[in-house]
């Protein structure tokens, strides 16, 4: 079994019903080819890992990179696995744009400071412990 983690850069925003609309497609196709993994969003860039058949996840990549909505699409990490980190297919998106978001209690800069495409390209490592810590923070 492959995971694959990728970084990309969108090509403008999307907003929450974009994004929402991927989820739903992404949930329903990965569930008939046995994917799972998990998709990060934020401020225009995707951090995302899949796992799966080794075939399937790769030509699932190729499909990605081939998304409009994508540019800069590259590989941070590519290994084989015995077993699924992420054996549920989870979307995680926040929008610290808003400012009454950053003004509650207990606002949390996660995510709000070095969160680029460019910054896991230069420290691929990192990915995967950002991605595991929202794993364990989404059960």
Request: hydrophobic share 40%; glycine share 4%; aromatic share 10%.
């Amino acid at each position: 079994m492959l995971s694959l983690i990728y970084v990309s850069s969108s090509v403008r925003q999307l907003n929450d019903d974009e994004l929402l609309d991927i989820l739903k497609v992404s949930r329903e196709n990965n569930s008939t080819r046995d994917v799972s993994g998990l998709l990060l969003y934020k401020g225009g860039n995707f951090m995302q890992v899949l796992e799966g058949p080794d075939e399937v996840v790769k030509a699932l990549y190729e499909k990605i990179k081939l998304d409009p909505r994508h540019r800069d699409v590259s590989i941070i990490s590519q290994e084989q696995i015995a077993k699924r980190q992420f054996p549920a297919w989870e979307m995680a998106f926040t929008n610290l744009d808003t400012p009454a978001i950053r003004n509650e209690p207990g606002f949390s800069q996660f995510l709000h400071d070095e969160f680029s495409a460019e910054f896991y390209r230069k420290q691929p490592s990192r990915a995967n412990i950002m991605l595991l810590a929202f794993r364990d923070n989404l059960r």
